[in-house]
T-cell receptor
C-alpha cells in the first residue's frame, strides 16, 4: 500500500494552461504539505494544511491554489502556467510535528 | 531564522570506503533533525531522525548520524559505502509551534560511488 501517492507522475503542458496535481495519504496524518523542487534539487515548502485548514503559505504566486477536501487529500491547482513553474512537486504528510513522509513527486514541464 | 547548510555539493567515494556528509543548522531551540535520501527520479526516503535523547541515531541502510549541539551539526555517516548508495542526500530541520510546523531543507549533497 502506497502511503503518500500523487497523480499524475508526469505532466507536460503548454504555457498559459491550467493544471491540477492530486495527493492522497493513507497514513491517517493530520497535516499535509506541498513542496517544489527546482532543477538544482532545492526543496522549498509551498503550503501546509492541518486538518483541512491552510497553515503555511510561503510567498507563492496566487496562480497556485491548494485545496484540501478532507484530511487525506491535498490538491494543487496551477493557473496560467509559466515556464518557471517547471519543477518536481512533492506532496508530504505528517502527524503533527513529526516525521514527514513524501510522495513520489510530479514532474511538471511547461513548454 | 531557521537554516540548514550542507557545505558539500558533491562527494565522490570508492565503494567500501567510509562516508561522512556534513550538515549544520541554525535554530533557536532544539530542532527536530532529519536525513533523507533521493535516488534519481524518485521521491524522498527518510534515513533517520533525531528528536531527543541519545545523540547518536541509527537509521536504515546502515546509516547513522550524530547530533552535536555545541557545533550545531548533524552529520551523516556510513562505515562502508555500497554502489547503491549513490544518490542525493538532504538534511532537514523541523520546528515551529503547533500548526505552523515546517521543515527547512539543505541544498543537498550528491554522492557518487566509484566501483
Amino acid at each position: 500500500d502506497t502511503a503518500v501517492s500523487q497523480t499524475p507522475k508526469y505532466l507536460v503542458t503548454q504555457m498559459g494552461n491550467d493544471k491540477s496535481i492530486k495527493c492522497e495519504q493513507n497514513l491517517g496524518h493530520d497535516t499535509m504539505y506541498w513542496y517544489k523542487q527546482d532543477s538544482k534539487k532545492f526543496l522549498k515548502i509551498m503550503f501546509s494544511y492541518n486538518n483541512k485548514e491552510l497553515i503555511i503559505n510561503e510567498t507563492v504566486p496566487n496562480r497556485f491554489s491548494p485545496k484540501s477536501p478532507d484530511k487525506a487529500h491535498l490538491n494543487l491547482h496551477i493557473n496560467s502556467l509559466e515556464l518557471g513553474d517547471s519543477a518536481v512537486y512533492f506532496c508530504a504528510s505528517s502527524q503533527g510535528m513529526k516525521t514527514q513522509y513524501f510522495g513520489p513527486g510530479t514532474r511538471l514541464l511547461v513548454l | 531564522a531557521q537554516s540548514v547548510t550542507q557545505p558539500d555539493i558533491h562527494i565522490t567515494v570508492s565503494e567500501g570506503a567510509s562516508l561522512e556528509l556534513r550538515c549544520n543548522y541554525s535554530y533557536g531551540a532544539t530542532p527536530y533533525l532529519f536525513w533523507y535520501v533521493q535516488s534519481p527520479g524518485q521521491g524522498l526516503q527518510l534515513l533517520l531522525k533525531y528528536f531527543s535523547g541519545d545523540t547518536l541515531v541509527q537509521g536504515i541502510k546502515g546509516f547513522e548520524a550524530e547530533f552535536k549541539r555545541s557545533q550545531s551539526s548533524f552529520n551523516l555517516r556510513k562505515p562502508s559505502v555500497h554502489w547503491s548508495d549513490a544518490a542525493e542526500y538532504f538534511c532537514a530541520v523541523g520546528g515551529g509551534s503547533s500548526g505552523t510546523y515546517k521543515y527547512i531543507f539543505g541544498t543537498g549533497t550528491r554522492l557518487k560511488v566509484l566501483a
